[in-house]
């Protein structure tokens, strides 16, 4: 009943010196640390920059839609099927098709093996959901093909992201999907992400164009701005070379002109039609657009055929630099929105680590005070087990390499006040049944069996609240709900093996006496 | 032996009327939400330079023609508070802020901290914590419905509301900001708060089995007070731990704690004014606990 065996008062004492050792390795160098983990600090105690980026997928569709009209318009045109009326309205597309061939036409898009109307296997759907009324044909973006677009340019979005956050080298970044349209970027350290923020706000999405007089050019015309917002000129619609085609890009000065521009190298195929339109265009403008601004429009001298050239720009030099690595990572598919942000800068973090290590341990400090005037030798009992309960807590958030927040601090703190809960409940539950009972070892163990429904029910009923916390919190308050639940486990561990086998070794002793607690 | 089965009617009756009052309070006067649920911008500024004051900082804003803002003192003498409501979450919005404050107040600023939460997410987040908040309730009368009876169930979830609203209705009261964090303290609250109630209510289910010819109302007061050396012990140490947040834990936690430490206050006394009284009502007797056992 009351004794507990070598064993397992060996192996008790070994876990818990072992999470103390671990706890400790918090306070180490990690060289001569006894293990190589962790706790990682949150971002509101170490500084650093939490971004929320949304992909506005909007232009994405928009492409798709054209893409999709100029590939029924060919697909049409070679089976020889006539047509009418093609075209894109309210993100659909609509053509009208002689009656004879409807059944013929609806057969194409419905085909599960086809092209035109691509079927998803895994989702049983359609990219495009076909509707005919009469002789018009009205094809919208399926559910599963909008997710297929938001998943796809999601991908490539992280992707570019990523490259671009590494190339301005800061420290640890993590980059995570959220959803399928969204994008978590978390920079600890940065205390300024303005450099980052304007680097993820641009799309980089890079055109060589020549700037035309000719309204009647065979590709079209748009009326472009310049960069600087003081003029615009007239650019052919016709794409000449894009960012796609470039191998590299750097930040350089111009001997001659003393002034900073973005030197680039084309890949192969760049570099033969950037040498042929150069050569063809002598004396023409050429303008190169960026995310639909002009940058600069040289005027043509030479032929170019080294697949070399250089933007020139009004740039500073962090400017060229910035360009460049736009350049360098590549365009994103679809413009970036920064739908939330947080910023902490590292004084700050560090303040609340120290607040929140002040109120722990004054927490502590005060609940210890209270036990033991309240308690006694009993008290002591809890004390110690609350100690040992931190060093748990702590050493299991180490082992997991969990993530500690300023609210899980609080969490930690609120542990330290409702962890010797479970305590008081067994004490006064033995001081009940020692009235009864005249054997303390009895009544200790009547105790013990009679308070654990209680504590159990009391510590789930915490647990719900934690887990659904966990769920549905984000961020900081996330690392409350951990704390807050690992406290539960370490809590009920302690006072279930260190607690009772030391009230038990000091009920054992003591069983004669008659005001046991 | 204290007789608080004396009281129940006048602390129903008090405690029903804080609930009114809250709920009013919540209809008319309504939360101060934070930028995590409203939106907008928040900034906390340290500055160096002490002839920067309120009124100077608010003078350099009001320039800048952010609409509404508002701007306090946080904990020290140089920090200061910013909250702006428009919800401008364009890339460089926070740097024209910064660059129009060092032009008219000079340089010795110190951004400590910078949210920006835009409409979207701030109404996501706001549904997130309602959810989060009715889930857990939801969880908590399963919980005790499978563990006791549906009285008591009930009895507990009334007593979890009461917590919540009147909670709700003091910050509501005193303006509070109701942030992210807040939830949280919710959240736990509706922890304790069931936690408490439920060493109660297993004495007197115990009791119930023990004692066949004691009314329910007795039985009641007999639980309370077994159980109230416990109750008071906890209640003390983790207001201890609370109230050492509050005044050591640095300014972000300070309404956290705050709501935690309203909740515990509340918590205790509605698991013995409030889940206590609705056995009595719906007379609970040793019946209600056998069909249980049987079963």
Redesign the interface.
Known sequence: MLYFSKLRITLVSLVSIFFIFIAASNFQNPEDSFISKKINLGLDLQGGSYLLLEIDNEPVEIQKLQNTTTVIRNFLKDKKISFNDLRIEDKKIIFNIPSDNIELVQSFFLDKEGDINPYYFQYKSHQFDVNIQDNEFTLTLSKYGLIEIKTSSQDQAIEIVRRRVDEVGTNEPNILKRGNNRILVELPGLDDPMRIKSLLGKTANLTFRFVTQNNNDTFGTEMLQFEDGTSEAMVSKRIILNGENLLDAQPQMNNQTNETVVSFTLDRVGAKRFGKATSTGIGKQLAIVLDGKIVSAPVIRDTIASGNGQISGNFTFQSATDLALLLRSGALPAPLNIIEERTVGPDLGQDSINAGVIALMIGFLLVIIFMFVKYRIFGLIANITLLINLFFLVGILTLFEATLTLPGIAGIILTVGMAVDANVLIFERIKEECKKEKNNIIAFDTGYVKSKTAIIDANITTLIAAVILFFMGSGPVKGFSVTLAVGIFTTLFSVYFIARMLTGLYVVRNKEKTELI | MINFNKFYKLFNLISLSLVVASVLLLFFKGLNFGVDFKGGTLI?LRSNDKNINVTSLRQSFNKMKLGDFNIKKFGNENDFLIKIEKKD?S??A??VIKKDLTSSLGSSF?????????P??SSE?LK??I??IA??LA??LF?IWI?FEWQFSLGAILALFHDVIITLGLFSLFSLEIN??I??AV??I???S???T??IY??VR?NLRKFSDIKIYELTNISIN??L??TI??S??????????Y????E??KG??LA?IMGVVFGTYSSIYIANPILVKLRVSQKTILKEDTE
């Open positions: 906390e979450t890339a460089n926070i740097e110190n951004f400590r901290r910078v949210e920006n939460v835009g979207k997410v987040l997130s914590g959810i989060a889930l857990s969880a908590m919980y563990r992210l964090s939830v949280a959240l736990t509706v922890g304790y069931m936690n408490d439920v060493v297993d004495r115990e077994e159980t050396s416990r012990i906890t003390a140490t983790t207001l201890l731990a609370l109230v050492s947040i005044l050591f834990g640095g972000i936690l956290f704690s935690m």
